[in-house]
């Protein structure tokens, strides 16, 4: 799986939009773009994947650029409960007919909203 | 629902100790992942299940770590002779084909 980049820690106003970067200039053509985000002593927790056309769920929305070699994940609005690690992963999809298969997680972004 | 639930939560051992930690996936996953997050470090892949066939263990650290889903619902992962460098949080995950993976709340081991 391609290696992504992603900035150490963000800040955010609460009620403002968080915008967090992610590089993956080594993708792969079948390789989808995958979010996490792990909020302090829990689990990680999915958010939104996408290929190449931008994505919208009710927790968030990515961004991928044209050439697929970075991506944005917008979360519109957010909130204290939202201060959590974010990962951005890049892998081939369950959906291509390989397995369902290991996640490879980086240190990710460290999102602090602020009130 | 239901999620993904872990036992212990919190696991202290002595050094040279055995540990076995439990995961109880959600109903009807046939996938079901273990990964090791070491302090301040994202999750690493241990090993996996599809049912209760164990199709990559390549995560693994060494041979004191031993995964098993004998009945291809809950699993257990067993660390034999604890060293201090096993100190972390274990998670547990599993899915259902071509879905995302959900996450247990994870243990955490302490290795005196």
């Known amino acids: 799986d391609a290696k992504t980049t992603q900035p150490t820690s963000m800040d955010c106003a609460e009620g403002r939009a968080a915008n967090l970067p992610c590089n993956h200039s080594t993708i792969s053509g079948n390789e989808y773009v995958y979010w996490y985000r792990q909020i302090h002593s829990q689990g990680p927790q999915y958010i939104i994947h996408g290929l190449k056309n931008n994505e919208t769920n009710e927790m968030a929305s990515l961004i991928i650029t044209e050439d697929r070699k970075s991506s944005t994940l917008i979360l519109p609005h957010a909130t204290l409960r939202d201060t959590a690690v974010y990962y951005c992963i890049v892998r081939v999809n369950q959906n291509s007919g390989g397995s369902n298969y290991k996640l490879t997680f980086g240190k990710g972004t460290l999102l602090t909203v602020n009130p | 629902g239901a999620g993904v639930s872990q036992s212990p939560r919190y696991k202290v051992a002595k050094r040279g100790q055995d540990v076995a930690l439990r995961c109880d996936p959600i109903s009807g996953h046939v996938s079901l992942f273990w990964y090791q997050q070491a302090l301040g470090q994202g999750p690493e892949f241990l090993t996996y299940?599809?049912?209760?066939?164990?199709?990559?263990k390549s995560g693994l650290p060494s041979d004191r770590f031993f995964a098993e889903r004998p009945e291809g619902s809950v699993s257990t992962l067993k660390i034999q002779r604890t060293q201090q460098e096993d100190s972390a949080v274990y998670l547990c995950?599993?899915?259902?084909?071509?879905?995302?993976?959900?996450f247990g709340p994870g243990t955490r081991l302490t290795v005196l």
């Open positions: 995950a599993s899915s259902s084909p071509y879905n995302e993976q959900f």
């Open positions: 299940f599809q049912n209760e066939a164990q199709l990559d």
